[in-house]
């Protein structure tokens, strides 16, 4: 039937321009630094500047004589009020107070804390606390600090080992019982076999907000209000509810606007616990906000894991198995996820391969170093790097082609769900199509060609490729200790308007847009009469957080399921108010209608007026159109993808320059490529960033060498090529939207695809593996001293 | 205290204030300007980025007291009449930013880019804009933006 009303678009998978950004361009939004509340007082931190020490002595008296100085605190007092920090795994783990009571474990830890009327004050004053040391040995080298050398960190942690060891893989029982039997054959099949000591190295997250925090303890109503720049105010909320003696109803948590997390934000860390009691105890508001000198040390860091890894193989390329022995240097302390994210490198050692055999073992180690925890990618990226880096050396010793090597050993599409070796089930798959399509679009042949006319002219040029499967979309609740969840409510308003609610509280994701897209298709009205709220406690009723690529497989489904139950009760509405049957009716275009007869309808708002004024009131329906949904996956997702770099090493300096990347991925249906584009263009920087350029240094006493922006390189412009990106859509059955999440896709295959390419460059040297950054100076040793 | 009299988005602003405070502060915490966001103290970062008499610099390593005299432009003032700068629509269409933090100062050094090279080829946009980070976008948008925002 014809009809004259323009039709709404349908918005999901298109590539729709984003609702957060008008505040954001001008200026308008509000990060916890932008928030002020009457009497307001600062806090500084005084930090440790030794690596490892006993405190001897703290003199606080000029600091509190200041002019504008309210109070300070020595770790001894916050301990009153502050209680040993808990963590997120159930690994045993040495007491960690929010501010060191008598032992320095890494330098930057807080020692002291000052309250002043402003930020200027604070620093004055926490600057003239003098803090006098008994210097310990440093332990800064990770296999030296298995032995317990040169002393051991925390007591009852013999040879610093926070994790002595964790086998998994093929004969592993549940009960940790190993039987060799398959890896042993395995090996002893072997015609080939390669052999390699890896490092993934230690990173900075570093969004370009910091940490910052404003706890505002009310005592006349006895509640906590706490802004965060934080990836999940829910957990925030249950743990500063915790350890302030209130209840999760005292307590609202609200991320404002977040510049930026990157898995440092998902820890909650002493500055905020400290903030909250001391508001609580003093009765005023207290912030606290980082400057980049204290994040390099005092947010926690990423990866720094080494590998050994052996991999067997016939000569035809046909992988037999694999052991990979990873040690993490985890930091002087467990954070709230610490210790469990290696053991997200030992899942996903199964790669894409079909692999008879695998045994991985884990170890953590305690060091004189600021703790580790999530940073994009959170153990798949060093997974796929130590497998991928393995894969590239076996296609180098057999002279094949990487992408040959790849196809012969591929999990088949046939084959999902499969099960791997670690206890994973990859949820679907088709990666050697997804690898076609990137050799296809990086014109594989031609690039060959290209590196070898190149190098024929003398120019050091390498090409690499890897392929990367990753696991997102977290839960389910066994995987988690928060719950393996994301919460959502939806609203319809009396004017037809729809206020939706989410667990999932973004930093830069879109979640605003996007899950806009998916209500307003869903009840077919205007983006504009969608509006999405999250961060704040008070509002969302519960919640998770974003993090491990989950807001859009988990978040997104419970919102879709949410807005379901919703619309199931409009259709009632309608139903009676149009004297029609339920199932026959359709919402589009802002009206709801017996299908096939759009001009018999009523408007959406016409509907929804009458579900608040029910006049007559339906049979069994309560009046109002407002629900919510929790949803939980039976299984994570996993997306994948295949990344292709070719690489220019300048053979006087030796500086690498990167000059394409190639990427496909495939994270199952996209809700808005545009914003996907953005998801993976970031993670390739940050990909390439630590291939390249990035490395958080220690020297020998375990001080920070790379303690701000003049010494921690990250990517700039001029750093990158022109990315070239392209999808395989290979729907997830876990969730109903057959979404998976993207986020942290592009830190996966960057890193061994351009060390593969790095390689390359540089075979005329007989090098095989390079560690990553590439380094002018480490390149320029083996083109000029030949060996690596 | 100094006695200041800065321009600051077309309003002349007074204020006493301590020489050692920063223009930054002097912005987000007295005028309430917080579009000028604070990203690393040394000058790397480029997110307190702001215009003074027409060319960008780094309010986060200038005295307010350096600034007396001249005239300051934030974000907050770069939109005229309700209408966006022509930079701004132009990040905004190609996604040019996501957790936005970075962006205020990335649109100015933009604004100051383009101002001196209206047609700039992509590794001019790239080498412009390298004094502002971005740990989100890789650029890519970015760099479109700023060739959107060129084509005019």
């Known amino acids: ?788 | 205290m100094a006695q200041i009299s800065i321009t600051v988005n077309g309003k002349v602003r007074k204020a006493d204030v301590e020489p050692r405070l920063l223009l930054t502060h002097f912005l987000r915490e007295q005028l309430n300007l917080t579009g000028t966001h604070l990203g690393c103290d040394t000058s790397q970062c480029g997110a307190c980025t702001v215009l003074i008499d027409g060319r960008s610099a780094k309010s986060c390593t200038i005295f307010a007291v350096q600034a007396d005299g001249a005239a300051v432009t934030t974000i907050e003032g770069l939109a005229k009449d309700g209408q966006l700068h022509a930079l701004q629509t132009a990040f905004w269409e190609e996604h040019g930013l996501q957790c936005g933090y970075c962006t205020p100062g990335m649109i100015l050094s933009a604004v100051d880019l383009l101002q001196k090279n209206p047609k700039p080829s992509e590794q001019q946009i790239r080498e412009g804009i390298s004094g502002n980070y971005c740990r989100c976008t890789g650029y890519q948008h970015i760099v479109n933006a700023v060739q959107r925002a060129a084509r005019g």
């Open chain 1, 1 to 788: 039937m014809a009809t004259t009303t323009p039709v709404l678009p349908k918005l999901v998978g298109q590539r729709v321009k984003r609702r957060e950004d008008p505040r954001l361009i001008q200026g308008l939004a509000s990060y916890v630094d932008d928030i002020k509340v009457a009497g307001m007082q600062y806090l500084a931190f005084k930090r440790s500047d030794v690596a490892h020490g006993r405190i001897t002595r703290i003199d606080t008296t000029a600091a509190a004589a200041m002019d504008g100085v309210e109070a300070v605190f020595t770790g001894a007092q916050i301990a009153e009020i502050v209680p040993p920090m808990p963590i997120g795994t159930p690994f045993p783990s040495p007491a960690h107070h929010a501010v060191a009571v008598d032992v320095v474990r890494y330098a930057g830890e807080p020692v002291a804390v000052v309250v002043a009327r402003d930020r200027y004050v604070a620093r004055d004053a926490a600057d003239a606390i003098v803090v006098s040391y008994e210097r310990l040995p440093a332990v800064v080298d990770l296999e030296q600090a298995m032995t317990g050398k040169p002393a051991v960190i925390h007591k009852d942690f013999a040879n610093n080992l926070a994790v002595a060891l964790v086998p998994g893989g093929t004969g592993v029982g549940a009960d940790y019982s190993v039987d060799d039997t398959a890896i042993n054959k395995a090996f002893a099949a072997a015609e080939v076999v390669i052999s390699q000591r890896m490092v993934n190295q230690r990173l900075a997250p570093t969004a370009i907000e910091g940490r910052g925090v404003l706890a505002h303890y009310e005592p006349g109503r006895g509640t906590m209000t706490i802004w965060s720049s934080t990836q999940n105010p829910h957990i925030l909320r249950t743990m500063i509810a915790a350890m302030n003696g209130l209840g999760q109803d005292q307590v609202r948590a609200i991320a404002p606007e977040v510049g930026g997390g990157f898995g440092a934000k998902i820890n909650i860390y002493g500055e905020e616990y400290v903030a909250a009691a001391i508001s609580k105890k003093l009765g005023v508001p207290i912030k606290w906000v980082e400057d980049r000198s204290e994040a390099f040390v005092a947010t926690t860091h990423g990866r720094d894991i080494l590998g050994y890894i052996d991999l067997a193989a016939k000569r035809d390329g046909t992988v037999l198995g694999l052991k990979l022995r990873l040690i993490a240097d985890i930091g002087a302390y467990n954070m709230l996820l610490t210790a469990a994210i290696p053991t997200l490198t030992m899942l996903m050692a199964n790669a894409t391969y079909n692999i008879p055999a695998i045994r991985v073992t884990l170890t953590e180690v305690f060091t004189n170093k600021t703790p580790t925890d999530a940073y994009r990618g959170a153990g798949r990226p060093e997974a796929t790097y130590f497998v991928e880096r393995a894969m590239d050396m076996l296609a180098r010793e057999l002279n094949m082609d990487p992408a040959d090597l790849r196809r012969k050993n591929f999990i088949q599409p046939y084959q999902f769900p499969f099960a791997t070796q670690m206890g994973a089930v990859y949820d679907s798959g088709d990666y050697e199509k997804c690898m076609d399509l990137a050799l296809k679009n990086a014109k594989w042949k031609e690039l060959k060609a290209e590196r070898d006319a190149a190098k024929a002219k003398g120019r050091l040029v390498g090409i690499g490729m890897a392929m990367y499967v990753e696991v997102c979309g977290l839960g389910p609740s066994s995987s988690l200790p928060t719950g393996g969840w994301e919460h959502s409510g939806v609203t319809i308003e009396r004017d037809g308007r729809i206020t939706a609610t989410t667990g999932a509280s973004p930093h830069g994701q879109g979640n605003e847009t996007t899950f806009g897209q998916m209500l307003a298709d869903q009840f077919g009205v205007p983006l504009e009469h969608v509006t999405i709220l999250h961060g704040d406690t008070s509002i969302v009723k519960q919640g998770i957080g974003t993090f491990g690529s989950r807001s859009q497989a988990v978040g997104g489904t419970a919102l879709h399921l949410a807005g379901g139950k919703v619309k199931a009760k409009m259709a009632k509405f309608a139903a009676a108010l149009l004297e029609a049957n339920e199932d026959d009716l359709v919402f589009e275009n802002g009206r709801v209608f017996v299908k096939g007869a759009p001009a018999s309808g009523k408007s959406f708002a016409e509907v929804a007026a009458y579900a608040y004024v029910p006049v007559p009131l339906p049979p069994g329906l309560e009046p109002g159109l407002s629900d919510e949904a929790f949803f939980e996956p039976a299984n994570n997702t996993y997306p994948f993808g295949c990344h292709i770099s070719m690489l220019e090493i300048d053979r006087e300096t030796g500086e690498p320059k990167l000059l394409k990347l190639i990427a496909v991925d495939d994270a199952g249906n996209l809700i808005n490529p545009l914003i996907v584009e953005g998801q993976i263009h970031g993670g390739l920087a940050q990909g390439i960033g630590q291939a390249m350029i990035e490395e958080v240094v220690y020297n020998s006493d375990g001080q920070l060498v790379t303690g701000s922006f003049m010494d921690y390189a990250i990517p700039r412009a001029i750093d990158f090529p022109r990315f070239e990106l392209d999808f395989t859509c290979t729907p997830t059955p876990v969730n109903p939207l057959g979404a998976k999440g993207v986020g942290e896709a592009g830190t996966l295959g960057s890193t061994p695809c351009i060390v593969a390419a790095a390689v390359d460059a540089l075979s005329e040297f007989g090098v095989k593996h390079i560690d990553m950054m590439l380094r002018p100076e480490k390149l320029w040793r083996i083109i000029h001293g030949g060996k690596s």
